[in-house]
């Protein structure tokens, strides 16, 4: 007996896994499987890397999933894509910081919010870029560490 969580409800609803028909089980599965892959990759978008990189990276960050899948870590929140720590801490880094001093950072490419912060501030690009690197190294470095303290903290499933 396993039970599955309805929010919206606030109560949990029982369900008989062992009686449930083999044809339902295996739609579950690859419902399941099909969407915990799919969201993988969801953050690869077009506007910023273009149809076929963005489609690449999500097939890495879906094979990311996988491959932990198979490993036995079922705690995967997110699949790590194809950029370094660094690269997207400075990404990070730049969406804040542009809608702080800007506005809303959607719809943009990196270089356009790059861009943007140079004119708001009167600084070249280059210095932007400089600064926002060097905050993204503090940040991946920060990151590191909590993801070690993570891990070794016990696994205990709620």
């Known amino acids: 007996m396993i039970t599955?969580?309805?929010?919206?409800?606030?109560?949990t609803l029982p369900i008989d896994w062992d009686s449930m028909p083999e044809?339902?089980?295996?739609h579950i599965i690859e419902y399941g499987l099909r969407q915990k892959l799919n969201d993988a990759g969801s953050s690869a978008t077009t506007k910023e890397l273009?149809?076929?990189?963005?489609?690449e990276q999500a097939l890495a960050m879906a094979?990311?999933?996988l491959s932990?899948?198979?490993a036995g870590n079922v705690h995967?929140?997110?699949a790590a894509s194809q950029m370094t720590l660094e690269e997207r801490c400075f990404l990070k880094v730049l969406k804040a910081l542009f809608k702080k001093a800007v506005g809303k950072?959607?719809?943009?490419t990196k270089e356009e919010l790059i861009t943007g912060l140079a004119n708001k501030f009167g600084k070249g690009e280059e210095a932007i870029i400089l600064a926002l690197e060097a905050k993204a190294k503090d940040m991946a470095e920060v990151e590191r560490k909590v993801a070690a303290l993570k891990q070794d903290l016990p696994s205990i499933d709620i």
Do not use: F
Not at 23 to 26: C, G, L, M, S, V
């Open 76 to 78: 995967v929140r997110r």
């Open 23 to 26: 044809n339902a089980q295996r």
């Open 4 to 11: 599955i969580y309805i929010s919206k409800a606030d109560k």
């Open 50 to 55: 273009g149809e076929v990189q963005a489609g």
């Open 63 to 65: 094979e990311n999933v």
């Open 68 to 70: 932990a899948l198979m």
């Open 105 to 108: 950072p959607e719809d943009k």
